[in-house]
C-alpha cells in the first residue's frame, strides 16, 4: 500500500512542474502572445465559450513543465536505486520527450469542459457558484486535471482504482494549497 501511494504520488509530480511553469508565465509575462483565449472571444449562445482565462500559453507551459520534470525522473532520476524503486513502471521505457508534452497539454485541456460548463451556467471566470452547484464546480475544479493527465497515462500506467484514488487525494489537497500560494504571489486573481 504505501509503495502505491509513494509511486502515484511521484508519478504526478510532473505536473508539479507543469503549475511552477505556468505560474512563471503568469507572474513574469513570459509568452505572452500566448495568453491569447483559447475560445478568441467568441460566444456560444450569448455566453463566453471559455472565458478569457483559459489561454493558449497554459497548456503549453502546463506540457513543457511536465515535460521537464519527467525527463529529469526518467535520465536524472531513474538511474538511483531510491528513485527508481518509486517507479510504477520503468521509467527509461516511458516514450519520449512527447509523452511529457501531451500529458501536461491533456491535463490542462481537461479544465475547458468545467469553463465552457461554468460559462452556460452565466459563472464568471474566477467566481464561484452558490450552493451545491458550487460544491460540485469547486471539487471539479480542483480534480478535472486528473482526467487528462490519467488518459495519457494509461497508455504506460495501469489506472487502478486505487492508484486514481489516491490521486484525487494528492491533487484534491495540493491544489487548492497552490492555487492559494499563486494568490499570495500575485500569479492569480483570485485564492480559489
Known sequence: ???????TVYLLLP?????????????FGWFGALARPIDAGRAFRGKPIFGHSKTWRGPLAVAAGTAAVLALQRHLL????AFASLEL?????????WFGLLAGAAAELSELPNSFT???????????AGGLRGLVFYLWD???LLLGYWLVFAIAVEPT????????????????????????LGVRPTAR
Open 142 to 144: 480542483q480534480l478535472d
Open 89 to 97: 513502471v520503468d521509467y527509461a521505457a516511458l516514450p519520449g520527450g
Open 78 to 81: 531513474h538511474p538511483i536505486p
Open 118 to 128: 461554468k460559462r452556460r451556467l452565466g459563472v464568471e471566470p474566477g467566481g464561484t
Open 1 to 7: 500500500m504505501l509503495e502505491e501511494i509513494a509511486g
Open 15 to 27: 505536473l508539479l512542474g507543469g503549475a511552477i511553469a505556468h505560474a512563471a508565465c503568469m507572474k
Open 161 to 184: 482504482a486505487l492508484r486514481v484514488g489516491i490521486s484525487i487525494l494528492v491533487v484534491g489537497g495540493v491544489h487548492p494549497l497552490l492555487t492559494l500560494v499563486g494568490y499570495l
